[in-house]
């Protein structure tokens, strides 16, 4: 079974920063792409920012400029830096990794998990 988890949220004001990580582990046999969304209370969920395998990134609008997604493939682990930090960034962030996992005695591709999800608010 393959677990993520995330870490790095909190409080922080205003123009602030933060950093969340991501590390998957578990019978990963490879990483494709691995992304964060987040999802505001009364909102459905959104992509902020993912990454491929060879770390082409592709990120929201709404954060481009402020936000930085990376990987190191060696750790299995994702990486979201967020800077000049807005109340409208205020939600759960949530982790994804698109895989291929050993399980059961097979090789299963594309397999899709999420991390439990990590809170971040951004208040005066």
């Known amino acids: 079974q393959v677990q993520l988890v995330e870490s790095g949220g909190g409080l922080v004001q205003p123009g602030g920063s933060l950093r969340l990580s991501c590390a998957a582990s578990g019978s990963i046999l490879g990483i494709d792409n691995m992304g964060w969304y987040r999802q505001a209370s009364g909102k459905e969920r959104e992509l902020v920012a993912d990454?491929?395998?060879?770390?082409?990134?592709n990120y929201a609008d709404s954060v481009k400029g402020r936000f930085t997604i990376s990987r190191d493939n060696a750790k299995n682990t994702v990486y979201l830096q967020m800077n000049s930090l807005k109340p409208e960034d205020t939600a759960v962030y949530y982790c994804?990794?698109?895989?291929?996992?050993?399980?059961?005695?097979?090789?299963?591709?594309?397999?899709?998990?999420w991390g439990q999800g990590t809170q971040v608010t951004v208040s005066s």
């Open positions: 990454i491929t395998s060879g770390s082409s990134t």
């Open positions: 994804n990794a698109e895989l291929t996992e050993y399980s059961g005695g097979q090789i299963h591709r594309d397999v899709n998990y």
